[in-house]
């Protein structure tokens, strides 16, 4: 796979997010099942998670988001050309982000879903380098969101307490060469350890005619081995972000920022330890989230541009990782908004 997306680059220029109102912490958590905040903070790093309420669908908050991120590039919704939507838990199954389509108004703009879990922001926005990278599209929007308190059993307490809901968005668009925002990237894909994670469909079949039958719709919650999932993680990680900085010449002093999918704050303490990358570089907010698959890297890219840490020119390394098995890592750039003017 070369490094790189072609004759032009693809500028990060704006984000935004929405998370549910209601958060549930902990010691909430422990009123449900046997746990306790220390048990849970000692093992994950959580501290809370949203939970999205009968009003608050994944539609409403991907949409939320988008909006959010298209008035920090400046944009309106007709100069959109694309938006994918990284989801595993969408509204509808045909598609959700014709409907954030619709919400906003983008008529100009082609939508789909994309479904890569926990790997699925990082997957789309790479997916989204190659239409702007070719000169085929302008501008264009990467959603990552994902409600999966609809797919966990609330009585598991080895699932229930690292899952959260939300979304958020990036804006990008084609640019030069000189201010390309997607330096280098690598993905990855390990089917024959699908087992170790999974929202499977349900085994449920009905008779139809005669003999036949048909099966029913329906999904089992989400099933994890925790200890494999974190082994994968610790190993993968470090290695193919390792690969990408040699490719792209890059060192690790060179890197202000380790952005990483928000999983679990041992795996992120352990690849910032592998790069001697100081633990006050790797960003982290998945205390107050959990694990919010595909919106934990654009979530915490927009918390901390927002707040001031992610400043235009500062270089991060990214890496999403999970249920597939799936990992990818990518070389940015933040760049911020450039103006209105259509590149």
Request: hydrophobic share 45%; charged share 15%.
């Amino acid at each position: 796979m070369r490094v790189g997306i072609g004759p032009f680059g693809m500028a990060l220029v704006g984000c935004g997010s929405a998370v549910p109102a209601a958060s549930i912490s902990n010691q909430q958590l422990g009123e449900r099942v046997e746990t306790s905040d220390e048990w849970i903070r000692s093992r994950t790093g959580i501290g809370a998670r949203r939970v999205a309420g009968p009003d608050e669908p994944l539609t409403c908050l991907a949409s939320r988001a988008a909006q959010l991120a298209l008035d920090h590039a400046g944009w309106t919704a007709d100069d959109l050309d694309l938006i994918l939507l990284a989801t595993s838990s969408p509204d509808d199954l045909f598609g959700t982000a014709p409907r954030v389509q619709g919400a906003l108004g983008a008529s100009r703009a082609v939508a789909f879903d994309l479904t890569a879990a926990c790997s699925g922001f990082l997957f789309a926005l790479i997916t989204a380098g190659q239409y702007l990278g070719s000169g085929a599209m302008g501008r264009a929007l990467v959603i990552g969101a994902d409600q999966l308190s609809r797919w966990v059993d609330w009585d598991d307490r080895s699932t229930c307490v690292l899952f959260g809901d939300g979304a958020a968005a990036v804006a990008v668009e084609a640019c030069g060469a000189s201010d390309n925002g997607l330096l280098g990237f690598r993905m990855r894909s390990d089917g024959s350890r699908n087992a170790c994670l999974t929202l499977a469909q349900l085994d449920r079949h009905a008779p139809l005619l005669g003999g036949l039958t048909a099966q029913q719709g329906g999904f089992a919650p989400i099933q994890m081995n925790g200890q494999e999932v974190y082994k994968f993680a610790v190993r993968e990680v470090p290695a193919i972000l390792a690969e990408l900085l040699e490719a792209t010449g890059t060192t690790p002093g060179q890197l202000d920022w380790l952005l990483l999918h928000q999983a679990n704050q041992r795996i992120l303490d352990a690849v910032a330890d592998r790069f001697a990358v100081p633990h006050a570089q790797v960003l982290s907010n998945l205390a107050h989230y959990g694990n919010t698959s595909a919106a934990t890297i654009p979530l915490m890219l927009d918390e901390a541009v927002k707040d001031g840490r992610v400043q235009p020119g500062h270089l991060l390394a990214s890496s999403g990782f999970g249920a597939g098995l799936s990992w990818g890592a990518a070389l940015l750039r933040w760049s911020g908004p450039r103006g209105a003017a259509q590149p």
